[in-house]
């Protein structure tokens, strides 16, 4: 079968997994999941509840889940957000094995797929400003494509808990856009608020995904978590024709795509890939695919 | 310049200034927590705003402090004369708090959030009238408030009924301030919250 022959055949079978489609449902379900145990304990959004005499039945009874992004209860077993738990560790100054217990889910769950799956899947800032991408091409606002490294927030990261260490709390905890939007909705909580402001003018009118590319030091934290991962996009060098459309479409840095697009890796090997599926519903040819394991570039 | 960068600066501006904020905030907050709490500064250092002895108050007597409190922001607070803390039996904030913040409580004269003060001047006790409504609604009736009982002057027959606090004793629940039956010209007794007194040195 010739090389054409070849392309035809793949670009027939369809156009695959709908990402972006099953993306969008998960990251929509993920933020109404942390709503429904206050919703079913008739408390409300935003915190407003106020008790009385009596004892009420509260969301931690309510459901079988409850909490937020920080810390959730899940059948009982405590969820513990790692990066917040490395921040408390810094600001205490102590150490509880319990800490230790409750981080291991989210962890290995995210360090066996990706460490950003959850900036792609669970974030309900990157849902946003997916929202604010839509905006800015429908205002037709134009904004640069690169302004800062990728692995600038890799080192807020680290500035986030060595500050946290200095300042003895929880930096990131304190100003956290992903916080105001998570616990404003559950309990009415506005801290971080005037992060995502600052987040949303950046977005419209200077960089494209600055935040979530360079910035968000927990984006920085699952870039680190995702240097291993069991999940990765590959590419087929033999049908790849080297458009470069994947690069335009990636949600995470272009720059990510260069090695397997040029060749010199058969995966995209970045700790920064959030597993978008952009790259691979762009691909004209269906190079791109998702493989279990990491092969050897 | 363009003006794109005009927006990043004052984007960075908007993060810095929140910043200074959250630092300048966190240092005059008096916030009365929940049971559990050990201190202010060990209180901060290990709350990460997660809410979850928020949606574990069988009373929703716990709110998220505003933006006006600095890096406190988000943590769990107390207005006690809008809904005081009930002092459960099993302490579900306590169990619910994943990272220690509340910790330690296992008695109702365990949690130490604070005492209550009564303020001579507007407590209709000290004028004389039978009152002792923060008295009868203490979780540690007798322990924490006690009824003193006072002579009056030039009177050989009636007895003033003193409300009297012992703040080793007192949780800091302020249920007493829920419930004073007083509010004019203001409550007279409040809650000196474990990160006041903190600040003013120990209890007297």
Redesign the interface.
């Known amino acids: 079968m010739s090389d054409e022959a070849k392309k035809d055949q793949k670009a027939q079978a369809g156009k695959g997994f709908p990402f972006t489609v099953v993306r969008r449902i998960v990251q929509v379900l993920v933020l109404l999941l942390f709503l429904v145990p206050v919703l079913v304990a008739g408390w409300g959004l935003f915190g407003g509840m106020v008790g009385g005499d009596d004892a009420i039945a509260t969301p931690a009874e309510s459901f079988p889940f409850y909490g937020t992004l920080s810390s959730s209860t899940l059948f009982g077993i405590t969820l513990l957000d790692p990066f917040a738990v490395l921040q408390t560790i810094a600001a205490s100054k102590a150490f509880d094995p319990a800490w230790l217990l409750g981080l291991l889910p989210l962890l290995v769950l995210y360090g066996l797929i990706r460490g950003r799956v959850f900036c792609g899947w669970v974030c309900p800032v990157n849902l946003l400003l997916e929202l604010v991408d839509w905006l800015r091409s429908k205002l037709n606002i134009k904004v640069e494509e690169h302004v800062l490294p990728r692995h600038v927030k890799a080192w807020v990261a680290l500035g986030v808990l060595v500050l946290s260490a200095l300042l003895s709390f929880p930096v990131f905890e304190a100003l956290s856009p992903i916080g105001f939007i998570n616990k404003g909705l559950v309990f009415g909580s506005l801290a971080g608020g005037l992060t995502l402001l600052a987040i949303l003018l950046v977005e419209l009118f200077w960089g494209h995904r600055v935040w979530c590319r360079a910035i968000c030091p927990l984006g920085g934290f699952y870039e680190v978590v995702g240097k291993v991962g069991l999940v990765n996009v590959k590419i087929d060098h033999d049908v790849c024709i080297g458009c470069n459309k994947c690069k335009h479409a990636c949600l995470c840095d272009p720059e990510i795509l260069d090695a397997p697009v040029a060749g010199e890796d058969v995966i995209v090997r970045a700790g920064d890939c959030m597993l978008c599926g952009k790259c691979i519903e762009t691909c004209p040819v269906h190079a791109l695919s998702i493989t279990a394991g990491r092969p050897r570039a | 310049m363009s ?3 005009v ?2 600066g ?3 501006a ?2 810095a ?3 200074a904020w ?2 300048a905030g ?1 240092a005059q907050s008096k916030l009365l927590r929940p049971p559990g709490i050990q201190s202010e ?2 209180f ?9 002895c ?8 716990l ?2 402090a ?2 006006s409190a600095g ?1 406190a ?2 943590t769990p607070c107390i207005d006690a004369r ?2 005081a803390c ?1 002092l ?1 039996l099993d302490f ?1 904030c306590v169990a ?1 708090c ?3 913040a509340l910790r330690d409580v296992e008695k109702r004269t365990d949690p130490n959030a604070g005492y209550a003060r009564i303020d001579e001047e507007v407590c209709i006790a000290y004028q004389g009238y039978r009152c002792e409504v923060c008295y009868r609604i203490c979780p540690l009736i007798d322990q924490a408030i006690t009824i003193d009982f006072q002579a009056m002057e030039e009177d050989d027959i009636h007895t003033k009924f003193i409300p009297t606090i012992d703040p080793h004793v007192c949780t800091g629940c302020g249920l007493c301030v829920e419930r004073c039956a007083v509010d004019e010209p203001y409550v007279p007794i409040r809650i000196i919250t474990l990160a006041e007194s903190e600040r003013s040195g120990a209890r007297q």
């Open positions: 003006a794109g960068k927006i990043a004052i984007a960075a908007v993060l200034a929140e910043g959250s630092v966190n500064a060990d901060m250092a290990r709350c990460i705003k997660c809410g979850k928020i949606e574990a108050c069988p009373y929703a007597s709110h998220a505003g933006p890096a922001a988000g809008e809904q009930r459960c579900p619910a994943p990272t220690g």
